[in-house]
């Protein structure tokens, strides 16, 4: 199982993170991969950046997360431990 926390704290908010949450969840339904992560928010993690959204995958922290670098993030933060449990 991979969990995936977005930031909604109000810097992130400003940032994009409603987008991103859109792209996750997009992401996870054309995936097919319901049953296998756990996305939800969570208010200020604490390492503001700049730009883009901060975001936690199974308790590691991604700052700078945007729609421009979301295929990288989902292909080598969450696809790769899918694929990784899956062996």
Do not use: Y
């Not at 930031?7 to 339904?29: F, I, M, Q, R």
């Not at 992560?37 to 997360?65: A, H, M, P, Q, Y």
């Amino acid at each position: 199982m991979v969990f995936i926390e977005v930031c909604v704290g109000s810097s992130c908010h400003l940032k994009g993170s409603p987008e991103l949450v859109e792209l996750l969840e997009n992401a996870v339904k054309e995936n097919h991969l319901e049953d296998e992560v756990v996305l939800s928010g969570r208010f200020c993690i604490g390492k503001c950046n700049r730009v883009g959204v901060t975001v936690t995958v199974n308790d590691e922290i991604f700052i700078g997360i945007t729609r421009d670098n979301f295929r990288e993030f989902w292909e080598n933060q969450v696809m790769k431990r899918i694929r990784d449990e899956r062996g």
